[in-house]
């Protein structure tokens, strides 16, 4: 290959390591700006923040600056993805097991960094990445090729290992052979304490627990930690600084969870109505993962639009529909990976088409709604003093979630990686 070659094939990776422009003056015809539409203003980008946002008049463009002109475009912050797995790819591909067990460790991260760019390109400049699923520790070095402007990619909150009881979790073979897990096994008081520490000293943005899994009789799910263990994870996360978030679908799982004072439930989908009350009352969100439970039951041989609805696909919308009446904060996130990475809008479709959401709801659930969540006080909304993470999208995505799809020109940074 020659070195022309190889450059043109590095340029992507290239951009990432250019540097900011000093000042630029972006006039979309509206702003979205994590909260409202606002029609005619001009947002000014200097060095890596956001330094002026408001009608386009009342916008200077200091000298030197350059403008770049987004006529029948909507600036939006940088979606964030709320539920990540960068280390895998869909399961129609390559079943879960297979991916733990088979797959090199360097074939998954060769793989994650296309992920990685994708999903920036997608218009989400920011993900929490929830466990590796085997890879180790492969997420903090992937956080770290892309904050060293290696290669291109959101910013990442990781999660590492992840955390399950022993025995719950799989991939599950024979009895007689002890394969490696997608989490790590931690139990009782020094286990955990231990192992929550170790994931935070490797690089841990915050710590993801299994509260419940298919292990029960008919590999029905059911409680996997005692509340006592998953109190002391929060605990032992808190007093680092981190946070704790659960995966859990049952109702005592959720309630264990809950009362230990984890931050998000994933998934939630056997919540019930007082689950959803206790979830409001300790201000637990709840991140429904709907695209991901989708997928699975079409991988399964569902033919969507046709034939009776799976269960488990009325169940969430159930479970969707309480929590909504409760009260209960929605975080946006799709479990993407099950399904392709890049195609994150997916979660926000099916919430509006198929949830009844509105595209404005979905909207600021992924922007503003997902940084409180997710404590990022930086980023979520355009104004100034934030980080210049900005997307710009064809149409009006608060009336037309689709829009969110025709992703025309994305900045992180203040460096952009895509423009018109
Ligand atoms: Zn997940």
Redesign the pocket.
Known sequence: MSWSVLLLCFAGALRAQTLPEPATLLRPAAVFDGQAMHAGWAVLVENDKITAAGPAAQVALPAGGRTLDLPDLTLMPGLIEG?S?LLLHPYNETPWNDQVLLEPQALRVARATVHAQRTLLAGFTTARD??TEGADYADVGLKQAINQGIIPGPRLLVATRALVATGSYGPKLSTDVDVPQGAQEADGVDGIVRAVREQIGKGADLIKVYADYRWGLNSTAQPTFSQEELTLIVQTARSAGRGVVA?ASTPEGMRRAILAGVETI?HGDDGTPEIFKLMKQRGVALCPTVAAGDAIAQYRGWKKGQGPVPVRIEQKHQSVQAALKAGVTLAMGG?VGVFPHGDNAREMEQLVKEFGLTPLQVLRQATSGNAQIFHLADRGSIRPGLLADLVAVAGDPTQDVGAVRKVQLVMKGGVLYKQP
């Open positions: 539920h797995h929830l466990g995966h994933e479990d």
